[in-house]
């Protein structure tokens, strides 16, 4: 299987702290990797290094065949970052965030309203501004703008949060849908019961190091969603 | 680099137009920073007409420093410099299309600040030549401004205290422009010197906008990678 991620014994520093302490790992195209462990235990950190967003101190970080460091600027057309914030600009609209950045990444309009439509963000909901939706439906339209976006890496940090069970299906499906697409998924989360049912592979991360790299117990359906 | 600076501008100038903040807090602000000096100096009208640029460019100046935190303030909000970085925008484009809405917003400030400096101060009108020097200044002069603005605030943007260290980096910077344009202005207005003595300061004016122009162009996508 070819690897999509390959990072080996790689150290970041967050100021002085070394926020991922030597990890070493590879993850195939098409698997669905979830990211787990306690609060400060890198994963932020490990999304962020794929990326191409922070520098390593040590080691290597290969991500679709690009050094994250050297490669930053060829990386970012391929990946597609979702982190704790949602990069909307809050005096636009969700539909005027979606023209932005549908244009900054070459989707076309069909495609930016097939992802708007496919989260829920349509008819009057889509001309309000971002600053006046709800936490879920912001949610909703970042994951909309990543959808359009249709990366090959998809990097999600907590992506469920502040989504409403429907929310949290959509969601689910897209990623169903994307990883079916040939699409790779590293995911953080805490829903542990959420995201085992979409795993392929659980990696637990401890102290800034891999502490547990198991397949999913039970393989997650495949296909179908609403993007 | 041009389509990315259209998207940007265009974006940037639709955010401003709906926050209204340039309208109802940095002209505001502006015109009571006018009043503020005709009162510190004792309303004595010879003395307001022979002061009338220099205050005119201080009062711009302070507005440039609200101008430019409105500027950075949507991108760090809710994440979105992160979006941008990953967007494949070229940095260069992002440069030139914040810097031309920002002059864009500076030149409108700056028609505004004109008309409440001539109800304040009652400078004498220009003649045709003035006008034409008076108007070059202003344009190059404000383009000049929202250059060095934009590159100081991608400097700050990711900084906790960029609201009080922006004014502190950014200030030493633009005194060449106070100078250069107060002095261009005295000699529009013929208030101690010739028309003609104006255009060495213009050129002076158009040197430092090319350099920081290009000091932009060039310093903007490492500046956006340590964000």
């Keep these: 299987m070819e690897a999509v991620v390959d990072l080996h014994d790689a150290v970041v520093l967050l100021g002085r702290f070394p926020a991922l302490a030597g990890v070493t790992v590879t993850i195939g195209a098409g698997e669905l990797v979830v990211l787990r462990g306690p609060n400060g235990a890198g994963k932020t950190t490990l999304l962020r290094l794929c990326a191409g967003l922070l520098p390593r101190v040590r080691g290597s970080a290969t991500v679709l065949g690009l050094d994250t460091e050297h490669g930053a600027r060829a990386l970012a057309r391929r990946v597609g970052l979702l982190g704790h914030r949602n990069g909307l600009y809050e005096d636009l609209t969700a539909r005027e965030n979606m023209r932005f950045w549908g244009r900054a990444i070459g989707a076309s309009r069909d495609e930016q309203n097939a992802a708007l439509a496919a989260l829920g963000i349509e008819g009057r909901l889509a001309e309000v501004a971002v600053g006046r939706l709800s936490a879920g439906q912001r949610r909703r339209t970042a994951l909309a703008v990543l959808a359009a976006r249709r990366p090959e890496l998809w990097l999600l940090d907590e992506p469920h949060t502040g989504l409403d069970t429907d929310g949290r299906d959509r969601l689910d499906g897209l990623l169903r849908a994307a990883v079916t697409a040939g699409a790779t998924v590293l995911l953080a989360s805490h829903d542990l019961d959420r995201a085992a049912g979409l795993a392929t592979r659980t990696l637990t991360l401890v102290g800034g190091r891999v502490a547990g790299d198991e397949p999913a117990a039970v393989p997650p359906a495949k296909g179908g969603g609403p993007c | ?227």
């Design chain 2, 1 to 227: 680099m041009l389509r990315a600076a259209l998207l940007v501008a265009g974006k940037d100038l639709r955010i401003e137009w709906r926050s209204k903040v340039g309208i109802v807090q940095v002209l505001p602000f502006a015109m009571a920073v006018l009043v503020l000096f005709a009162f510190a100096l004792d309303g004595n009208r010879s003395t307001l007409r022979d002061v009338t640029p220099g205050l005119a460019w201080i009062a711009m100046l302070l507005s440039l420093l609200l101008g430019v935190q409105r500027a950075f303030g949507p991108e760090t909000a809710d994440g979105a410099l992160d979006a941008l970085r990953l967007s494949g925008l070229e940095p260069s484009g992002v440069f030139l299309g914040k810097a031309a809405a920002l002059a864009a917003q500076l030149l409108a400030l700056g028609m505004l600040l004109g008309i409440g400096v001539a109800l304040f101060y009652g400078p004498d009108a220009p003649g045709v030549g003035g006008w034409v020097v008076l108007v070059t200044t202003v344009v190059v002069a404000t383009t000049g401004l929202a250059a060095v603005g934009t590159l100081y605030g991608a400097l700050s943007a990711g900084i906790r205290v960029r609201d009080t260290l922006l004014p502190i980096l950014v200030l030493p910077v633009v005194m060449p422009v106070l100078i250069a344009a107060t002095r261009a202005v005295e000699a529009s207005l013929g208030i101690g010197a010739e028309l003609t003595d104006a255009w060495p300061w213009v050129g002076l004016l158009a040197v430092f906008t090319l350099a920081y122009t290009a000091l932009g162009l060039l310093a903007f996508g490492p500046l956006l990678e340590e964000t």
